[in-house]
């Protein structure tokens, strides 16, 4: 069975619900305007028009294929609008996420300790509550290359890790800043983390969402055989 | 810095939040707080920062009078900062509101996917290739010009279909590592060929469908990680000075 142009469910009531044995039933309804013609599938709403505007026949043919296979059409119509929510869906994830990261441009005051940062995979198992016990950070530095950590409620949390050995001016100034108020620093830098990653989100999801409108439109241009 | 626990942003219909956002911090002279006693310890207060509601009228006994004065003073000290503050502590807050929109919205994708109908109605024949004329966003879908025809790739000896499609190209529609053709693909080109155009929009549906599938895979993967954040931000929140209640 090929897609309805005519007939289609909107999201009400336990959306996803349709009656198992329920046919289409059309009206024709004198309303106080004009006569209007009406498509129901028992408490549901598939087609509603004034019947100056539209063509009868065209929608009657489509009822009467509904009612040939009512399981089958049941599947269409639910499978539209699937089609249809999710696209909508996505659009509101696309905003929801934008919004998201304008927001997070307000969140605090960016820490401005570069290079150091608390680990990309491993921040959010950082406990907050281990902030006010955070100790000064200490610069290592060998062979092997620069690591830069500091100890909050005991946990080893790196803050900077390089392969380069070679101690750079930038790196001790911002460790300087650091130990001037660790836990404060910490704190502005598990912001500057979660920030980062509301960032990316965004990023992430506005680029899904984006390819998933595109495919809807496309899909929706091959429903119409 | 001066926690702002009664002096809040809100966002009303007469401030819409992208005013709040981009207005200029208001000077310390457009701050206007309203104390009145009512009662022996008992006062009602507001506060405004230019049009920007800071307090509604708000009952407080004296010690909460003294700490509406000491974050009034601390504006009037700073407005730039405080103003910072101020929307600082308003994205915290709507930051975790838009999660949750984030969470509703997947949660209702969710639901809307078992609904999605995948299959073309074929089993073997598929549309495997990009096609420029499918490629682009609101292009239209190909043109089948004739029947869906299986050879057997001289060069590799394998079964191959292709049909033919209106910009002289074939696409390709099966091909598999194998010697001979497989029971039922015949079959199945013979059902393509009864209806070409409407068989190709199904597997051009089908293979739509599917990346579409993989996007909506991505997308609750991103709530996920931006749920871990919002909570990773409210546990901050709760451990720093300030809880939630006071944001």
Redesign the interface.
Known sequence: MSRFKHLYLTPQGSIWDLPDDAYAVVEFIDTPRRPVMNVTLGERLLYRNAVAEIDVDAVTAEVERFNADPEAGRKHLLADMADAMLEGEAREFIAAASRVAQLADHLAPAAGLAPLELDWDQWWQIDPTSHRTVSQATITADDTGTVVHVEADGQVVPLFLSTLSRRMPTLEGAVAAFNYDPSTHFRALHMDAIRKGFYIASYDARRAALAMTGRAEHMAALITD | MTEFRNLRLRVFADTPLVDV?SAPAPTAGELTVRIEKIEADTFLASAKAGSHTLLPVTAFDSAGIAELKAEALAYLTDPEGSW?QL??N???R??QG??R??QN??T??A???P???SDSGFTMLRFLEDHEA?GG?????LTVTGPAQLFIDPDFQRPTVTAPVSDGDKILLYDAEETAAPDGLEAEIDRFNASP??SL?AL??AR??S??IA??D??EK??V??T??AD??R??D???ERSPSDL
Not at chain 2, 137 to 141: A, D, Y
């Open positions: 956002w910072k929307l600082s308003l994205a915290h709507r930051i838009q999660v929109a984030i919205v997947t209702e994708a639901d809307a996917r609904h999605l109908r499918i966003r609101g292009r239209k879908s155009q409407s929009n051009l549906r739509a469908l990346a579409y996007q909506m991505l997308l991103v709530a990680r931006v871990a954040y990773a931000l546990r901050l709760e451990a720093g």
